[in-house]
């Protein structure tokens, strides 16, 4: 099973990291609207918060 998390975690970043990518090339192609642009940006940043939020240890929580 952990090597299911460490799969996820390592999808959730890669797609995170794309986004960004993806955003920055057709913004300089000038091929989608800002709209589109907010859009999959905002899907990098969710895709990398689950990334950030799936590696807080049980032990933090309970701490909190």
Same mark, same amino acid.
Do not use: Q, W
């Given at each position: ?18 986004? !960004? %990518? ?6 300089? =192609? ?6 589109? &642009?907010?859009? +999959?940006?905002?899907? !990098? %940043? ?6 950030? =939020? ?6 933090? &929580?309970?701490? +909190?």
């Amino acid at each position: 099973m952990k090597k299911y998390g460490a799969l996820i975690d390592l999808v959730l970043k890669a797609v995170g990291m794309a986004m !960004g %990518v993806v955003t920055v090339v057709i913004s300089i =192609l000038g091929v989608a609207t800002s709209e589109t &642009l907010i859009m +999959l940006l905002g899907i !990098g %940043v969710f895709c990398l918060g689950l990334a950030a =939020l799936s590696n807080v240890k049980e032990d933090e &929580l309970d701490k +909190l």
